[in-house]
């Protein structure tokens, strides 16, 4: 069982959907979680933090549900520039070497 | 402030052939780190270092060395390519504040062993 996972998708959805990700971890000594966002052929970028108690940013909403071992990544309105894969990020101790990724999520909006 | 950079963009080997992709961040960051990201697979450590002086095997460092020359740079080498290694890598480097750590990632080397 990989570390981290995530449903692969496509998710194709239109313009001002809104869709949400889900990521599961196993090991329930992880203690930071983020979501990074990836662009075709571009590096990933850190798109936000995930806290205990979720956290919103703009349209984005992350949710973090400790007892499942799951963290969810919420998009409202969605734009055409939000195309792009989502890579949930655990870390299982307070080091950043053990910073593990999982696949990630591809979404595509559509016009 | 250029970040995190890499060279060289593109590559082709052959098997066999050696190869030392360089990386360089301007941030001061301590922990530099090399990921390949395959297909389906997400991102896998290849090595990491913590500081300068120090290096530390990740998840996947089979075929692979690296060198912390100094604060700034963190080179990954290949001694003989293999098929295996067409991937494409990044470095990184991270920063950590209180409970949350970023890491900048480089654009990527996109390497084709033949």
């Known amino acids: 069982r990989k570390e981290v996972e995530q449903d692969p998708g496509p998710f194709n959805v239109p313009e001002g959907a809104t869709v949400a990700f889900n990521c599961t971890y196993s090991?329930?000594?992880?203690?930071?979680f983020f979501w990074y966002r990836q662009d075709c052929r571009k590096e990933p970028k850190l798109l936000m933090s995930?806290?205990?108690s979720g956290n919103e940013d703009g349209r984005f909403t992350a949710q973090l549900n400790r007892a499942s071992q799951y963290i969810s990544l919420l998009i409202r309105d969605s734009k055409l520039s939000d195309s792009a894969t989502y890579l949930c990020?655990?870390?299982?101790?307070?080091?950043?070497?053990?910073?593990?990724f999982g696949s990630g999520t591809q979404l595509t909006v559509l016009p | 402030n250029a970040g995190v950079t890499q060279t060289p963009k593109f590559q082709v080997l052959k098997t066999g052939q050696s190869m030392t992709l360089q990386c360089a961040q301007d941030?001061?960051?301590?922990?530099m780190y090399w990921y390949r990201q395959d297909p389906g697979m997400g991102l896998r450590l290849i090595y990491y270092?913590?500081?300068?002086?120090?290096?530390d095997k990740g998840e996947v460092p089979n075929g692979y060395n690296v060198s912390r020359l100094n604060k700034r740079e963190f080179s990954l080498r290949l001694e003989s390519a293999a098929p295996s290694q067409t991937s494409v890598y990044f470095c990184?480097?991270?920063?950590?504040?209180?409970?949350?750590?970023?890491?900048?990632f480089g654009p990527g080397t996109r390497l084709t062993v033949l």
């Open positions: 990020v655990v870390i299982v101790s307070g080091s950043a070497r053990q910073l593990t």
């Open positions: 270092s913590a500081s300068e002086g120090t290096t």
């Open positions: 995930v806290y205990s």
């Open positions: 090991n329930s000594a992880s203690q930071s």
């Open positions: 941030m001061n960051h301590n922990s």
């Open positions: 990184a480097s991270s920063v950590t504040s209180g409970s949350k750590t970023e890491q900048f």
